[in-house]
C-alpha cells in the first residue's frame, strides 16, 4: 500500500522560503516510476494544483500563481520529491499535499487534474504572515 508523507511546513515571513519533501513510507511502491505532483486548499477554498514532475524529471508544470517562485524536483534514488517555495506571499498559506499517479512510466504529460493522481498524502501545512 502506497504512503506518502509529506514535511517541510511550517511558519515564515512573506518572501521567505520553504522546502516541501513527498516521501513514500512503502517500500512496494516505487515512487520514481510514476508522475508526481503538488496540489493544496487553503480554507473555504478547492484544492488546487501546484505543480507536477514526470516520472523522469523531463517534464515540468507549474500553474500560473507559482511559476517562477516554486521549483519542484525529484530524486529518484531517495524516492523523494521536493518543492521549494521562494518569494512565499499571504496568497500561499494552504495545506500542502503531494500526490502520485498509479500508472508506471506513462508517456503522457503529468496531469494537474487532481482527478489523476490516484495516492495522496495527508498534507503538511504552510504559513506565511504578512
Known amino acids: 500500500q502506497v504512503q506518502l508523507v509529506e514535511s517541510g511546513g511550517g511558519w515564515v515571513k512573506a518572501g521567505g522560503s520553504l522546502r516541501l519533501a513527498c516521501a513514500n513510507s512503502?517500500?512496494?511502491?516505487?515512487?520514481?516510476?510514476?508522475?508526481m505532483a503538488w496540489f493544496r486548499q487553503a480554507p473555504g477554498k478547492e484544492r488546487e494544483f501546484v505543480s507536477a514532475?514526470?516520472?523522469?524529471?523531463?517534464?515540468?508544470d507549474y500553474a500560473d500563481s507559482v511559476k517562477g517562485r516554486f521549483t519542484i524536483s525529484r530524486d529518484n534514488a531517495k524516492m523523494t520529491v521536493y518543492l521549494q517555495m521562494d518569494s512565499l506571499t499571504p496568497d500561499d498559506p494552504a495545506v500542502y499535499s503531494c500526490?502520485?499517479?498509479?500508472?508506471?512510466?506513462?508517456?503522457?504529460?503529468?496531469?494537474?487534474?487532481?482527478?489523476?493522481?490516484?495516492?495522496w498524502g495527508q498534507g503538511t501545512q504552510v504559513t506565511v504572515s504578512s
Open positions: 500526490a502520485a499517479d498509479h500508472r508506471p512510466k506513462i508517456p503522457a504529460l503529468p496531469a494537474s487534474d487532481r482527478a489523476e493522481y490516484e495516492y
Open positions: 514532475i514526470s516520472w523522469s524529471g523531463g517534464r515540468i
Open positions: 512503502r517500500s512496494s511502491f516505487n515512487v520514481y516510476v510514476h508522475h
